[in-house]
């Protein structure tokens, strides 16, 4: 990235300063595009995840077999809230996919909601930003293809901690987010499986760029920071996710060890080695938040805050998790460069928060604590 932002040349530009820059572009192109298993054309750049997935969902997405406008968007109800906005598709054209008690797309709904379809285009993602679960894609696939749709997937949370190979996925479109393997932020990607896919009413149009599918001068430092971070993810993921893996273990086990009570989401299926969404009744997601980051760990809430009200999360809805549980949720998630001792401190941080904060809602009920 540094390299990148000492270059002064536009990358659309064809004097030498120009060319370093495309150069630059060019061989993120490469890199992202091995961590997916596709060919670097197929590798459209965008300004953020939000932004690809908006470029995904267009009812004009021609294919080589097909050039007429989707009729219908099918989106699973855990999709995070840039696909749940429907893209470009008018309201009455969305329908949602239920998900079942463990997180994980219903594939019986799906198949039920094609049946009523001629030209869908479907949008489920690798693996859900809050409880980490993964999503039975290739499975989804299938079903999609049998009855004449393409499948989008969003991996922005997957990327770089399982297998994302598009082929083996059968994903005709796929979503990636440059921030969330190490690369800055504000960069992201939409990948096809095949040239022949074509956008044929594209979000950004103007100078050309991106083969014509995201007009604007490229992030140039934001790109060659994507490539660099994609790299890196496809050479390390086995050992990462192995790392990872551990650390969830770890932690988990010590969770429940401290907090018996405790739920922890979605534990019955096979779950991203990185992340946990877990509630005690009784503590309140946003007071634990803050009494954890006074003892200096950052976690999140699995629920969205917008506009300083804190929605309860339409995730653990989906899953039928009632709002008791829901407004405690707590997602830890973490990454390559955590250790055995950061886990450590989450574990004893925990412990006081926990005993705090439970100690105080026994009270504030009347229980004898
Ligand atoms: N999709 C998922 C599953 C995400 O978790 C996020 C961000 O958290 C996005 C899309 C949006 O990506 P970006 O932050 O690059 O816009």
């Keep these: 990235m540094q390299e990148a932002l000492a270059l002064p040349g536009n990358p659309s530009s064809v004097h030498a300063e120009g060319r370093a820059a495309r150069h630059l572009i060019e061989h993120a192109r490469e890199d992202v595009a091995r961590l997916v298993g596709v060919r670097p054309a197929n590798v459209t750049f965008t300004s953020s995840g939000t932004e690809a997935n908006m470029l995904a969902l267009s009812p004009a997405i021609e294919t080589a077999a097909e050039k007429r406008p989707r009729d219908k968007l099918l989106i699973s109800a855990i999709e995070h809230s840039s696909v749940r906005a429907g893209g470009r598709f008018a309201r009455e054209a969305i329908a949602d996919i239920a998900a079942d008690a463990d997180g994980r797309v219903d594939l019986t709904a799906l198949a039920d909601a094609l049946s009523r379809t001629s030209r869908p285009l479907v949008s489920i993602m690798l693996a859900n930003n809050e409880t980490g679960v993964v999503q039975p894609i290739a499975e989804a696939a299938a079903l999609v293809h049998a009855a004449n749709g393409l499948l989008h997937v969003d991996a922005v949370q997957a990327a770089g901690r399982i297998a994302g190979d598009m ?3 059968g994903a005709d479109l796929l979503t990636l987010s440059g921030h969330k393997i190490g690369g800055g932020k504000g960069t992201g990607a939409l990948v096809r499986a095949n040239e022949a896919i074509h956008f044929a009413d594209p979000l950004i149009r103007g100078g050309g760029q991106e083969r014509g599918m995201r007009a604007g001068t490229e992030n140039v430092a934001g790109i060659a920071a994507f490539g660099a971070a994609a790299l890196a993810a496809h050479r390390q993921l086995a050992t990462e996710a192995a790392h990872m893996l551990a650390l969830r273990t770890e932690l988990e086990e010590g969770l429940r060890a401290i907090s018996p009570q405790a739920v922890i989401f979605g534990a019955a299926a096979e779950r991203l080695p990185n992340t946990t969404l877990f509630a005690l009744e009784g503590v309140k997601a946003e ?5 954890m980051d006074l003892e200096g760990v950052a976690v999140s809430s699995g629920a969205a805050c ?3 009200k804190v929605q309860p999360s339409h995730v653990l809805a989906a899953m039928g998790v009632s709002p008791p549980l829901t407004r405690g949720a707590l997602r830890v998630s973490w990454g390559w460069t955590t250790t055995k001792g950061d886990v450590e401190r989450f574990l004893n941080a925990w412990r006081k ?8 809602s026994k009270e504030q009920r009347g229980i004898a604590a």
């Design 167 to 169: 082929t083996a996925l």
């Design 287 to 291: 007071t634990a938040i803050i009494a």
């Design 306 to 308: 917008s506009s300083g």
């Design 353 to 360: 928060v926990s005993g705090a904060l439970s100690k105080g």
